[in-house]
Structure formats: structure tokens, C-alpha cells
């Protein structure tokens, strides 16, 4: 039987995988995790702040040593058979490079300084800047929010490179183009970083960047010029044309390729976006929802362009012809937190237990929290006058981005435990997840199921039982723990042209799925009256911390509240 081995490499928020895969029998032969050690001793970050940075040197060295214990896990002969390599990220993730690509925080009188870095997609300091695009986006004769929703967020391309470019004279002087994380690592291991010439992601660039076909590419000089003369010209260092990730950024590079001890003509795909490319290693097909569910969400739907082409569906983060599968519309939406509020309350818990007993006793404490928790909360009854969260912890993220959003938790009285507590905010995710459905259902987009994948849905029963609950839907589990990566390695498989197309890559290499999540009625019903609550909650909320120009939000009426 033919051997060819392919490598998908997804960089995620804390860490990077590697999985190596036969491309004929989607055999998982070998994978490996790495954390990003600068990252996680929380250097060039500041929660105060939402600054969120992550180093270069943290994603190269990762991802060296994911790949290759990747490798020295899978069979001796694959090292010797890889044909490809595909790598999605997180995003939107931009850096600032110099005329070689390089980025900002490789220079040696950088080194240090977070502007140079990777603005990581989570990193909300351009709240202001986001907030100015759309104002301008609003007057402006050619609509060029109208593809992302209508609502240009704090955690994409150009608001992080507006305020980056007026917060430090440094980048200033010394930024040549900007570049996202998908792009600059599949260029970085062909060995040439050009910022002129690398193949731009279709996915990054249509859903961060503005870009589109109707505008000839990204918003006009004109239009960037007005935002702010910092940006004049920039548009002529960045890019015209994007790629579809089912094709090759180009062949490995030989000191990547030593490195990794692969084939010297190893092809490196087009980058992607993490939610993305895991959509695809999750088969998503046409009006199934994909979550991805881990730190935060992204959930992602394909159509065929023709059924859906024509709608311009509010408040999601973008729809991008090809962002997912070639050929189909890609929409995607998603949370700014989930699994990121219950690593919250944990860090609530289990803090003054690090005070006063010390390290060893709060890192006992905080590997076995979470699961005690679920445990002692799917013990609770779902009754009407339960306690209502609202998700916002990081903000929002759809419908309707507004990063400047707080969460909350309603109701409180003397008996509200921890594991009410929690329950409650599990039930806050699952509604924020609700309300994804509801828009897009009510701009015209029908969804008939849904497909989890990331941590979170592997890790808890608890939340994916409550999540086919509050959603009335069953919930479909992918089977493998690194879908993402599965997906980057069909990328690489069509990419190094083992397989032509993407769907036959998915049918030769998917994993299937291992669990499904039935809808419980009897919760089911109670969870559609506190939906409404958590409504109403959320309205109050967004009122309490509007701005004085803004227009207050209705409250939703909801007589059980
Ligand atoms: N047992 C659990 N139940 C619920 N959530 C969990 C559990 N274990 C971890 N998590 C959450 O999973 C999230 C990490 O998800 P993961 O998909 O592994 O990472 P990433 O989002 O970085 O790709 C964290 O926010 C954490 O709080
Ligand atoms: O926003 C996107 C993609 O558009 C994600 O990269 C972002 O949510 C990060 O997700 P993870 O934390 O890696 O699950």
C-alpha cells in the first residue's frame, strides 16, 4: 500500500500540536503538545490592560519541538514519507515585520518589546480603534463592513495595527508590513518571509483584513488614510490577492527541513485559522454548526455560495467565500470566552488557597477543581429561578461584537454555592451559544445540527450535555482530540497533491466521532425560560455600561422575569 505521511501543526492559544497522519488511512501515527514558555509565565501580557502578546521565539521553538517528538512518536519509515506540511493558528494574530518579514521582537533591540510581537487574537487594547473603523466604515460610500457582519471588531488586523502604530515610535519607524501568524509561520518554513510576495491566507485576510474580492482587495488608501495618515500607503506593503489554503505557500526550507529530519521537498501549505481548518478535520458540511470549543468559541458554518451569496448576515465575524472549504461560503462566529470563565472562577477558588497553604496545595487543588465542579453542578436540578450569568468575561464577540462588555452573575442570595455558581456560568456559555444560533437563523441561515470539537467538548460531558440542552439540538462530538491539526494535516495533503480536492482528503482521513449529546426535554423547556432571562440580564447589562452616545439597548420583554 502507498505511504505517504502528511503533518498538520495547530498553534492555539497556550500551546502548539503536532500530528503526524498517513494521508491513505488517516491513521494518526504520532503527536505531540508544547506549551509556549514565555507565554506561560505570563511574560509581555497585562490582564488589566487585555494586552496579550505572544513572543516569535515561543511559536519557533514550540513548534520544533512539537514536531519533532511528533515525529519520534509516529513509525520510523514516516519521517522518511512526509509529503506535507499545513499550520493554522489562532487569529486574528497580526505582528509587525520589517522589509525581510522579520518580525519586530526578533531584532535584538526588540527583544523585550510586546509592540513587536504577536498581538494575540484575544488582546482587546484597540477597543478605541475598532470603534473609530466602524464610525468611518459607516459614512464611508463604499461599505467595506458589510462581509464581517457590519461590525469591525478590537481583536482584528487593523485596529491592532492602528493602535500599535500610534501607541510606539518604534514600530513606527521600523514596520515595514504587518503579517498574521498563519502567514508569517507557513512562509517561515519555506524559508522566505517577503511580506510582498507570501501567499496571504483567503481565510485570515477576508475575515480579520477587510479583504474582498468586491473591493479589488483591502480598503482603499483613501479610506485608511482618513482613518489615520499613520496608515497612508501601508496598503501597497501588505497584499492585492489571497490564497485558498488547498494550495502550496511553497517547498520547505532546508534548514527546517534538517531540523525536522523530512523530505527536502516537503510542501508547505497556505496557513488558515485554527477554527477553520478544524472545522474541516470535524467534516463540517453545509448548515452543520461547528463549535470549537475550548478558551473561547468559533463557531463555523458552510453554504454553497449560490444559496447563501447574496445574504449579508449581521453581527458575525465575517463571511468569506472559501475561508473553509474551496468553492463554499465560510461564516464564522464565536465567543471571546468559554472555557476561559470556568479557568476563571477556578483561578477565584484556588488563588487565596496558593496564599495560604502555598504552590503544591493550589496546584492539587486546581487539576481536580473543574471536574468537581461539573460533577457537584450536573447534580443540581435546572429550575426557572436559578441564578443567570451573562458570558461577557472577555467581552463580546457575536452577535454583535463589543469588546467593552462585562459579564455578570444575577440572583445571588446566601445559599449560592460554588457549584451554583458554576452551573451558572456553564448555562452563560451555552446561552451566548444559543444566541449565535438565533442570528444566524434569523438572517436566513438554517442550521440542522451541530459538531463539537476542541478541549472543552472532549473534557466535559457537563458543559456539552448543558450546551444540547439550552440549544434543543444533538450535539456530535469529533473523535479525534486534535481535529484542528487533523484538519491542517487534509490541508497538507491536498496542498503536496495527494488528493485533489479537500472533501476527498476528508473522506480518507477523518476520525469519525465518539459521542453524541441528545437534547433532554424536560431541561430543554426549562432552559428556553431562562434563555429569556439571560436576555433580559444581558440588556441591562449593555445599558449599564454604555457609553453616553450610544443608544440604549431594549430590553427584551420576557414575562417570566
Ligand atoms: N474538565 C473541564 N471542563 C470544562 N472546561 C475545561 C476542562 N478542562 C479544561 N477546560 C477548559 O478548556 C479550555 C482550554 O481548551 P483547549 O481547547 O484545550 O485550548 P485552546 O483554547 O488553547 O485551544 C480552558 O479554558 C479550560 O478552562
Ligand atoms: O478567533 C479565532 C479564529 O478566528 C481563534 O483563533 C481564537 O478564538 C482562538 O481560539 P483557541 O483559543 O485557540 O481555541
Known amino acids: 500500500?502507498?505511504?505517504?505521511?502528511?503533518?498538520?501543526?495547530?498553534?492555539?492559544?497556550?500551546?502548539v500540536r503536532a500530528l503526524v497522519v498517513n494521508a491513505h488511512t488517516g491513521e494518526q501515527a504520532g503527536t505531540a503538545v508544547q506549551e509556549y514558555e514565555r507565554w506561560k509565565q505570563g511574560k509581555y501580557c497585562d490582564a488589566s490592560q487585555s494586552q496579550f502578546r505572544q513572543h516569535p521565539l515561543d511559536y519557533l521553538e514550540s513548534m520544533e519541538r512539537a514536531v519533532i517528538q511528533a515525529l519520534d512518536n509516529a513509525p520510523f519509515e514516516a519521517r522518511n514519507l512526509v509529503r506535507g506540511i499545513s499550520v493554522d493558528t489562532t487569529g486574528s494574530t497580526p505582528v509587525a515585520v520589517d522589509k525581510n518579514g522579520t518580525p519586530l521582537a526578533l531584532l535584538p533591540e526588540m527583544a523585550e518589546n510586546p509592540n513587536g510581537m504577536f498581538i494575540l487574537w484575544k488582546d482587546h487594547t484597540a477597543n478605541a480603534e475598532a470603534e473609530e473603523i466602524n464610525r468611518l466604515a459607516d459614512s464611508w460610500p463604499e461599505n467595506y463592513i458589510r462581509f464581517v457582519g457590519g461590525i469591525y471588531s478590537s481583536e482584528w488586523f487593523w485596529a491592532k495595527i492602528l493602535r500599535t502604530l500610534r501607541a510606539d515610535p518604534e514600530v513606527r519607524e521600523k514596520a515595514f508590513s504587518w503579517v498574521e501568524h498563519c502567514d508569517w509561520v507557513s512562509a517561515e518554513l519555506t524559508g522566505d518571509t517577503d511580506p510582498l510576495k507570501l501567499k496571504r491566507s483567503r481565510c485570515a485576510a477576508g475575515h480579520k483584513a477587510l479583504w474582498h474580492q468586491d473591493f479589488d482587495g483591502l480598503p482603499s488608501n483613501d479610506f485608511l488614510k482618513k482613518l489615520d495618515p499613520l496608515l497612508d500607503g501601508l496598503r501597497d506593503r501588505l497584499f492585492d490577492t489571497?490564497?485558498?489554503?488547498?494550495k502550496p505557500m511553497g517547498t520547505i526550507s532546508d534548514k527546517w527541513a534538517q531540523k525536522f529530519g523530512i523530505p527536502a521537498?516537503?510542501?508547505?501549505?497556505?496557513?488558515?485559522?485554527?477554527a477553520h481548518m478544524g472545522a474541516v478535520g470535524a467534516l463540517i458540511e453545509p448548515y452543520s454548526l461547528c463549535k470549537v470549543i475550548g478558551t473561547s468559541t468559533?463557531?463555523?458554518?458552510?453554504?454553497?455560495?449560490?444559496?447563501?451569496?447574496?445574504?449579508?448576515?449581521k453581527g458575525i465575524c465575517g463571511q468569506v467565500d472559501g475561508s473553509i472549504i474551496p468553492g463554499m461560503l465560510g461564516m464564522e462566529a464565536g465567543q471571546s470566552a468559554f472555557g476561559d470563565i470556568y479557568a476563571w472562577f477556578g483561578k477565584l477558588v484556588v488563588e487565596p488557597v496558593r496564599t495560604l497553604l502555598g504552590e503544591e496545595a493550589a496546584k492539587e487543588i486546581a487539576a481536580k477543581l473543574i471536574p468537581h465542579l461539573a460533577e457537584q453542578a450536573g447534580k443540581l436540578p435546572v429550575k426557572e429561578t436559578?441564578?443567570?450569568?451573562?458570558d461577557w468575561?472577555?467581552?463580546?464577540?457575536?452577535p454583535d461584537a463589543k469588546h467593552t462588555l462585562k459579564g455578570g452573575i444575577l440572583g445571588l442570595n446566601l445559599a449560592s454555592d460554588s457549584p451554583k455558581i458554576f452551573k451558572a456560568l456553564v448555562e452563560s456559555t451555552a446561552f451566548g451559544s444559543k444566541s449565535i444560533v438565533e442570528r444566524f437563523r434569523n438572517e436566513g441561515v438554517p442550521i440542522n445540527d451541530v459538531i463539537a470539537i476542541g478541549g472543552?467538548?472532549?473534557?466535559?460531558?457537563?458543559?456539552?450535555?448543558?450546551?444540547?440542552d439550552v440549544l434543543n439540538m444533538p450535539i456530535k462530538v469529533a473523535a479525534s482530540e486534535q481535529a484542528c491539526a487533523l484538519g491542517a494535516a487534509m490541508f497538507a495533503a491536498v496542498a503536496s497533491g495527494i488528493y485533489a480536492t479537500l472533501p476527498e482528503a476528508q473522506q480518507a482521513m477523518n476520525s469519525g466521532f465518539d459521542a453524541v449529546y441528545q437534547p433532554r426535554q424536560k431541561e430543554a423547556q426549562v432552559y428556553e425560560q431562562l434563555y429569556q432571562k439571560y436576555l433580559v440580564s444581558g440588556a441591562f447589562l449593555e445599558n449599564e455600561?454604555?457609553?453616553?452616545?450610544?443608544?440604549a439597548v431594549i430590553i427584551p420583554v420576557a414575562d417570566t422575569y
Do not use: W
Open 1 to 15: 500500500m502507498k505511504q505517504d505521511y502528511v503533518i498538520g501543526i495547530d498553534f492555539g492559544t497556550d500551546s
Open 456 to 468: 472543552v467538548a472532549k473534557k466535559s460531558a457537563f458543559v456539552m450535555q448543558t450546551l444540547a
Open 393 to 398: 468575561l472577555n467581552g463580546r464577540r457575536t
Open 242 to 246: 489571497t490564497e485558498t489554503s488547498d
Open 545 to 551: 455600561f454604555l457609553k453616553k452616545s450610544e443608544p
Open 386 to 390: 436559578d441564578l443567570i450569568a451573562v
Open 265 to 274: 521537498d516537503t510542501v508547505i501549505g497556505v496557513g488558515a485559522f485554527d
Open 298 to 313: 468559533c463557531d463555523m458554518l458552510i453554504a454553497p455560495n449560490e444559496e447563501v451569496g447574496h445574504l449579508l448576515i
